[in-house]
């Protein structure tokens, strides 16, 4: 196979964004993936589609306000319908002891940046959402979060990187990294070796297993996330909702339907690429959307699916460069949290792998800060 | 759907247009990517009444090879929100939700109130 500059492993949302953003810069970049993306059983499938600023901690504040200056344009950038609105979403509590925690939260985030969260008292969100349970005392609302089709914007990203030259290679696992002189020389697929300059390791929960054949191993575990969605119905919900301690994200998307994810999980075997749907998790998840919102008692589940995302140790995505070896850069264990942060993830990336400088907004979140590697 | 266009989805109102184009932009080769990009199939009777439509819009679309069903999901057909939710407070949660605590037993540094919600995990 021809040489490139940089080999992506994984063609979700996190890996498309970064070959985009490398491809625009003029970079030769390849774009990895074991199936045919929009892959099953993966993380971008699904995930719950919220673009979400507020209840961000750390280095993960700086990047979504970032992706979020790249969400405005994004879908006229990539010349793609991602389905983004930008219509605001609420954290709400039904308890009137979170108060003290929620407002301290508020503060926190309104010194990192994210200047438009703010406390909204429980009639001030049923002016929003008028269905809302009248048990929501409060939340946090914040106008400039919102949701997107995360299948759509993993296609839009590597539609767009394919446009500006990426090559992309659907059916073609990544099987070893092949290293001589301390640095990375190849990466090696059943059709042989692709020889490159830099591999990012963007491979959600399927990682580790490469990380582990380079000696680099990580505290990155998988999760199986599960979402289900609803029959179309007329809009009447047009921001984001969660509910503290209850694990639900809830949405209204533009074809009707209601999508909920939020946390209960499915199962299956991550290693076999096999993800099941858990009915419990189902019902739980139902059981929370009646909570939140009575009126939706009568609206119809028709589908459920699942896909293994990756989760690392401190509940922060792991990006940078590895320790020990020239060339590899890894952008995985995203927690959950990966999605809306996809966009400002490709640019800064990009931007290491292009002059080997680690931008601030990434300086806290290498791997470097698991120096005990995998623990028991 | 403009005037001219025929409804291929009828639960989520996609149109044949709207499906052509997207075989042809992203270079579809399944009913299952047509129905991930599209919509078509997503709806209340899970592709019964279109996924033939899908298959025919392929074929017409100049895909050669089995572009499979959709793949079918749970629950198979709708089911109320709240006939899922009855009795589900009583369920054991062999589960909790998916995250750093429960995967590794330990909870995230400084998150007085990064209490779980909305993770844009599921």
Known sequence: MRAVDVVVVGAGVIGSAIAYNLAKAGVEVALCDRAQPPAGATASGASAGGVRQQNRIGAEMDLALRAVEIWRDLESELEADLLYRRDGMAICIDDETLLPALRRRIEREREAGLTDVSLAGGDELRRIVPDLSPEIVAGSWCGSDGHADPIRTTVGFARAAAARGASIHPGTPVLDLMRSGGRVRAVMTPEGPLPCRHVVLAAGPWTPALLRRIGCPLPIRPGCLQMQATAAMPARLSPVLGWVGH???????????????????????????????????MRKSAAVVVGLIPALAGVPVVRAWVGWESFSEDDQPVIGALPGIEGVTVAAGFS????????????????????????????????????????? | MDSEDVVLCRCQGVGTDA????????????????????????????????APLLAAALAAAGVAGDPGPPRVRPPLRPVPLAVLAAGADALPAPLGTVSAKVLWGRSSGDTTLTLEPEPDRP
């Open chain 2, 19 to 50: 499906v052509m184009a997207a075989i042809a932009r992203h270079g579809l080769l399944t009913c299952d990517q047509v129905k991930k990009l599209t919509g078509a199939g997503m709806g209340w009777c899970q592709g019964r009444t279109c």
């Open chain 1, 336 to 376: 959950g949290h990966g999605f809306a942060l996809a966009p400002a993830v490709g640019e800064a990336v990009a931007r290491t792998v292009m002059d080997g400088r680690v931008p601030d907004v990434l300086k806290p979140l290498g791997p470097q800060r698991f120096a005990g590697g995998v623990p028991a």
């Open chain 1, 247 to 281: 694990g639900i994200s809830l949405k209204q998307v533009p074809g009707g339907a209601y999508v909920v994810g939020g946390g209960w999980p499915g199962r299956g075997e991550p290693e076999r690429y096999q993800a099941d749907v858990i009915p419990e998790s």
